[in-house]
DNA sequence: GAACGATACGGACCCCGGGTCCGCTTCGCA
DNA sequence: TGCGAAGCGGACCCGGGGTCCGTATCGTTC
């Protein structure tokens, strides 16, 4: 392996880094306002040991974004109904979705970053590809539903984070309202046209 | 009315710079590799004219949008079935998602550079606004479709220019295959559960 | 615990792109 | 043909992402 055991003061810059931006991106309110020296000043670090330890900005954002999701990662990968693979697949997706819509109202400010990143569309990134391809094999498992990999695309776009911030941030829609109108219009979604 | 008839040159140079911006956001593939030095060098015009016509980036890319739109806007405000404003509720949800769909298809760039502009969400766009009243107003005729207002946005996600563009662009699905499946979630959506 | 290579630090620095300023040119009206 | 005013253009500014290199710290070895 080429792995290398940090030194421990890298280890703690790291984890000050990473507190220090969590910090500042959930002040700030809107993103895009904080900066990179920011990030590094409130963590009473040089500028260079942030793009060390992380590549860039967005290095630095995926890396706060797995941190959050992790938990739910673990959850639907092998956790228990009516999330993890040991669930029928209709109740699977109406857990997935509302799963990923609470997140992001959660997360709001960091999705909004990650999203915001600009480089590059979000599709690329690798954690869409994973919900895409976990959303789309489940909705493989329903009987009659029609082009499952565009219905996947489709019902996670209802999921965009400037859409829930737009919904829930700025028309002031609150969270179970939200939900509820997610899980209806899946429902819509899942059930076949009337004969 | 403040309004004063602008000189000549003025209108031959904002002319010259909607074609270059027009040209080089079409060649460049990607957006955001075009930078507004280009497009004022490109149309043989100074930096600052540029600025003056159009007032930001935003504003470009915003002119060059609606010159582009425009057509389609008269089609859908004052046009013949299936757009115009005489259409049968469902038959118009579909031509105007279509309209859309095929849209940007064939302006991706330009809407890429457009949502992708960053200082604000795309849902804070009248046209935004404009489009999603149209669609929601349409879906409330028709009858037992909840939450009309959630499900316009829904359909207006699985629209969405990036969305578009990483399907068409980089998974390679044909335009048809794509306006079928949209045609198709579309009518899932429209018609009720089974009873 | 002293010495030394490797690893990390940090802030000065570079680059690039959006946006502005000001001396000069051109228009258009009389 | 002359003279204001509208318009021009490129040099300039600024702010933010990303890098360089001399210096400090770690941790391992004797």
Redesign the interface.
Known sequence: MTERTPRKDAVRNRAALLAAADALFADGGSA?TVTMADVATAAGVGKASLFRAFGDRTGLIRALYAARLEPVRQAVESGPPPLGPDTPAPERVFALLDTLLCFKLDNRHLVLALE?T??D????AEHYGHWHALLESTLRRIPG???PA??A??LL??T?A??V???AG?EGVPRET?RA??A??T???L?????
Chains 1, 2 share one sequence.
């Open positions: 895009e915001g600009g480089d569309s979000p599709y690329r539903l029609p082009d565009f219905a695309h489709a776009a209802a965009r400037d859409l911030e737009h919904l700025h939200l109108h997610l209806t219009f429902a819509r979604v059930s076949g046209p009337v004969p």
